[in-house]
C-alpha cells in the first residue's frame, strides 16, 4: 500500500529520466515525456488484492456503524411518515394509496390493517424508484422502523464501497481509496441518512455510482485508444479512430444508474448534463493527444452522440420503466387524479379504457406525461408562500448552516429514563441531520483548490469535482426561498470527499519527495482523517437519539441556527 499519490493526472506525469532523446522528448526539468501511446495506457492501480482488502474493511466498518441499533428510535421520523407508507402501498397494491388520518402510531405499534387505506390513488410528488427499494425492505422484515429503514442502511453501506473504489481509480493509490472511504464512512449527514427511510440516500447512491462508471469508462476507452493507434500515429485531418470505440459497457451502465438516480429525484437530471458534457470533454482530450485538430468539435460528432444514446437515451428508458407500476394502474389514476387542485383535466380520452397492449401503452404514457405535468406544476408553484422550521439557504449548506431536526424527546426529568442531571435541569434525546463539520469546512477551501488545480494545473480530476459541485448544488439556489432542506447537499458530499481526499494526496507529496517532506506530508494527512474522525464521535449521541444532559447536548449545538 502507498502512502503517495500523484500530484498531477496519473495519465500525463512524466517518467523518471531516462536514456538521452532528441527534441521535445525531455521536459524542462529533464524528465522523459512518455509517447501519447503510453499515456492512454495509463498507469495501473496499486496491488489489486489490497485494493479490496481495503474497501472490505472500510465498507466493514461502515456497515457496522449505520446497521447498529438501526430500528431506533421505533416511530416515524421526519418524511418518513410519507415514503414507509408509499412504499408499503406500492407493494401491495402496485400504485400509492391515500391512509386514512391518524394511523402512524398502530403501525409503529404493529397493527396496521386494510382498513387503514383508501382506495384512491395518492399524488405522489416523487417518483418511485427509492420507494420501491424502501418497500423491499418492509417485505423482507416487516411494515416497521426496522424494515423501512434497511435499504437505505444497505444503500448507505454500499455507498462507502463505491466511494473507496472510485478514489482509489482516479488517485491510483489503496491508501488514498481508504482515506476517501472512512471520510464518507464518518460523515454525519451520510450516516443519519443511510438509517432513515429519505430518498436522498437513494440519489446519491446511484449518482455516485454512474460518476465511478463515467471514470471507468475514461480508463476504457484511453485503453482501448491506446490499442487502435500505433507508434507514430497521425490522423491528419481526420477524427481518429471510432468504429473500435463504439461498444462502451461502462457507459451503458451510467446510464442505467442516471435512470435509477432520476428515478428517485428529478434533482439527478442536472448533474447527467453536466457530467455528459464532461464525457465529450474527455473524449476531446483523448483524440487531441493521437493529433486529431479541432478535437473538440470531432470528438461531439464522432463520440458525444453515441454518448448521448448511451447516457440520456438509456437513463430514459429505464425513468420510464420505472413507473411500470403506475402505468399498470394508469386508470385507476385517471379517474381519481385528472381534475383537481394539482393540475388541469388531462383530457376526454381519459374516460375510454383503452384495449390491447399498444393502445393501453399509449394511453398510459400520454397519462403519465400530465401526471409529471401536474406533479410539475405542484413542485414549480404548490409550495410558494410554504414555510418550514428547518428549511434553509442553500448558499449555506456546504457550511452546514441550518441542520434538520429529524427526532426529538425533550424535557426528560432527572431520575428517569437513566437521566443524572441536576434537579433543576432535564436531560433530551436528538436525532440530527448534520454533517461532520470537520469535513465540510475543510472540505470549502479543497473545493477551492480544486477550481484552481483544473483550470491552473489541468488536473480533469479536479474538474470531475468542480462539475460534480456545481451540478449538484447551484441548482438549488434559485429556491432558496422555499421550503429545502441541507440534507438534500448529501448528493454533492461525494465530490468534497473527493476534493478533500486528493489534496490529502497532494499534502503526502509525491515519491519523488524527500523523506522529511514526506513524513510532515503523512503527519499532516493523517490528522485530517483523525479529525474527523473525532469530530464524528462527539457529534455521535445527536446523529443516534443518545440521552444529554442539556449542558452536554448545548455543548454540541455550537450555533444558535442549530437548534
Not at 386514512?100 to 418511485?128: C, F, L
Not at 410539475?376 to 431536526?405: C, E, K, M, Q
Amino acid at each position: 500500500m502507498t502512502a503517495t499519490a500523484p500530484t498531477a493526472d496519473p495519465d500525463t506525469t512524466p517518467s523518471p529520466p531516462g536514456p538521452a532523446t532528441v527534441g521535445l522528448s525531455r521536459t524542462a526539468d529533464g524528465r522523459e515525456v512518455p509517447t501519447a501511446r503510453t499515456r492512454l495506457a495509463g498507469r495501473a492501480p496499486d496491488d489489486r488484492l489490497v485494493g479490496w482488502l481495503v474497501t472490505a474493511g472500510v465498507t466493514l466498518l461502515a456497515g457496522v456503524l449505520r446497521f447498529w441499533n438501526l430500528g431506533y428510535p421505533k416511530q416515524f421520523l421526519f418524511d418518513e411518515t410519507y415514503y414507509a407508507k408509499d412504499a408499503f402501498s406500492l407493494w401491495k397494491f402496485g400504485y400509492a394509496r391515500d391512509w386514512v388520518d391518524k394511523v402512524n402510531d398502530a403501525i409503529v405499534d404493529g397493527r396496521y390493517n386494510p382498513s387503514m387505506q383508501k382506495d384512491t390513488p395518492s399524488m405522489v410528488v416523487h417518483p418511485e424508484v427509492g420507494k420501491w427499494l424502501i418497500g423491499a425492505g418492509e417485505k423482507l422484515l416487516g411494515f416497521d422502523s426496522l424494515g423501512w429503514r434497511l435499504a437505505s442502511a444497505v444503500v448507505g453501506t454500499l455507498m462507502v464501497l463505491v466511494m473507496v473504489r472510485l478514489a482509489r481509480r482516479i488517485t491510483r493509490s489503496n491508501l488514498l481509496g481508504g482515506v476517501a472511504g472512512l471520510l464518507l464512512c464518518f460523515d454525519g449527514l451520510q450516516f443519519v441518512l443511510s438509517r432513515l427511510a429519505l430518498l436522498d440516500i437513494f440519489v446519491a447512491f446511484f449518482l455516485l455510482s454512474a460518476v465511478s462508471c463515467l471514470v471507468a469508462d475514461r480508463d476504457w476507452g484511453r485503453a482501448r485508444m491506446a490499442t487502435l493507434v500505433e507508434p507514430g500515429y497521425a490522423p491528419g485531418d481526420g477524427f481518429g479512430p471510432v468504429r473500435g470505440l463504439r461498444w462502451r459497457p461502462w457507459r451503458l451502465a451510467a446510464g442505467v444508474l442516471f435512470g435509477l438516480a432520476i428515478g428517485s429525484k428529478w434533482s439527478a437530471l442536472v448533474p447527467l448534463a453536466g457530467l455528459g458534457l464532461l464525457v465529450v470533454v474527455w473524449d476531446a482530450g483523448v483524440r487531441r493527444s493521437i493529433g486529431v485538430r479541432w478535437a473538440f468539435v470531432k470528438a461531439a460528432v464522432a463520440d458525444g452522440l453515441l454518448a448521448f444514446g448511451y447516457l440520456v437515451g438509456v437513463a430514459l428508458v429505464v425513468y420510464v420503466a420505472t413507473w411500470t407500476g403506475w402505468l399498470l394502474h394508469a386508470h385507476t389514476y385517471e379517474v381519481h387524479l385528472s381534475d383537481n387542485n394539482y393540475g388541469p383535466y388531462w383530457g376526454s380520452y381519459t374516460k375510454v379504457q383503452a384495449h390491447g397492449f399498444v393502445d393501453g401503452l399509449v394511453q398510459g404514457l400520454r397519462s403519465l406525461y400530465h401526471y409529471h405535468r401536474d406533479v410539475w406544476s405542484f413542485h414549480s408553484h404548490g409550495l410558494d408562500g410554504v414555510t418550514h422550521v428547518y428549511a434553509s439557504n442553500p448558499g449555506g449548506w456546504l457550511i452546514l448552516n441550518r441542520p434538520v431536526g429529524v427526532a426529538a424527546d425533550l424535557g426528560i426529568k432527572p431520575g428517569t429514563q437513566g437521566c443524572n442531571a441536576p434537579a433543576d435541569s432535564t436531560c433530551l434525546r436528538q436525532v440530527l441531520l448534520l454533517g461532520t463539520p470537520a469535513l465540510w469546512w475543510m472540505g470549502v477551501p479543497a473545493l477551492l483548490y480544486s477550481a484552481y488545480s483544473w483550470i491552473a494545473r489541468r488536473d480533469w480530476r479536479f474538474g470531475l469535482v468542480v462539475v460534480g459541485v456545481l451540478t449538484t448544488w447551484l441548482p438549488f439556489l434559485p429556491y432558496a426561498g422555499r421550503p429545502i432542506f441541507s440534507f438534500y447537499a448529501v448528493v454533492t458530499l461525494p465530490f468534497t470527499v473527493l476534493a478533500l481526499t486528493l489534496v490529502v494526496g497532494r499534502v503526502l507529496g509525491s515519491e519523488l519527495a524527500s523523506r522529511r517532506r514526506r513524513t510532515v506530508g503523512a503527519v499532516l494527512a493523517g490528522a485530517i482523517v483523525v479529525l474527523v474522525m473525532a469530530n464524528f464521535a462527539w457529534f455521535w449521541p445527536i446523529y443516534t437519539d443518545q440521552l444529554l444532559t442539556t449542558p452536554q447536548w448545548l455543548d454540541r449545538i455550537w450555533f444558535r441556527r442549530w437548534i
